[in-house]
T-cell receptor, first 114, second 110 residues
């Protein structure tokens, strides 16, 4: 158990819909990252938050957004869903910026868009 | 640019050594990482190496780093069937986040 909790584990939704994925980081970790894993694109970095502020952006679509709340949990919002958004979405947390280099991953949320 | 490449597949027999190779492009990474992903699971950090080291050994795992060629390898000694998984190498450009390779699927035959 990495200490990073993601909910839900599985999500099936229709095209055009909007979903919210949730992540609780490890206790004490201020950084949260979102990654998308798909068969054709591999593991792609989406976005990073550090202590509530957006710190880095990767290949995140405009239809996607994220935020980190004062209690440090994070949510990834995916809207106007397309079939190609079906993937495994991982959240990770770390103490980067606090002197530690390890990133710990949650079990992921498997999103299926039908 | 940020690009990490790995071979897609490796098959070994139980008890043999496995060597998984990786090339990366960004020389700003202070650390380079190896992660393991078992079926249906998240990524688990196996080991990492500081960029000014050539080698790191951790039980059955040996990481070799050739910084000049930007080549990283992971050797698993006495490979077991439980080692069957996908292995990802990753660099950390400017220590902001992780850039992953495409992953190497290791299959261990009994």
């Amino acid at each position: 158990d990495s200490g990073v909790t993601q909910t839900p584990k599985h999500l099936i939704t229709a095209t055009g819909q909007r979903v919210t994925l949730r992540c609780s980081p490890r206790s004490g970790d201020l950084s949260v990252y979102w990654y998308q894993q798909s068969l054709d694109q591999g593991l792609q970095f989406l976005i990073q938050y550090y202590n509530g502020e957006e710190r880095a952006k990767g290949n995140i679509l405009e239809r996607f957004s994220a935020q980190q709340f004062p209690d440090l949990h994070s949510e990834l919002n995916l809207s106007s869903l397309e079939l190609g958004d079906s993937a495994l979405y991982f959240c990770a947390s770390s103490q980067w910026g606090q002197g530690n280099t390890e990133a710990f991953f949650g079990q992921g949320t498997r999103l299926t868009v039908v | 640019g940020e690009d990490v490449e790995q071979s897609l597949f490796l098959s070994v027999r139980e008890g043999d050594s496995s060597v998984i190779n990786c090339t990366y492009t960004d020389s700003s990474s202070t650390y380079l990482y190896w992660y393991k992903q078992e079926p249906g699971a998240g990524l688990q950090l196996l080991t990492y190496i500081f960029s000014n080291m050539d080698m790191k050994q951790d039980q059955r795992l040996t990481v070799l780093l050739n910084k000049k060629d930007k080549h990283l390898s992971l050797r698993i000694a006495d490979t077991q069937t439980g080692d069957s998984a996908i292995y990802f190498c990753a660099e950390s450009p400017r220590e902001v986040t992780l850039t992953f390779g495409g992953g190497t699927r290791l299959m261990v035959k009994p």
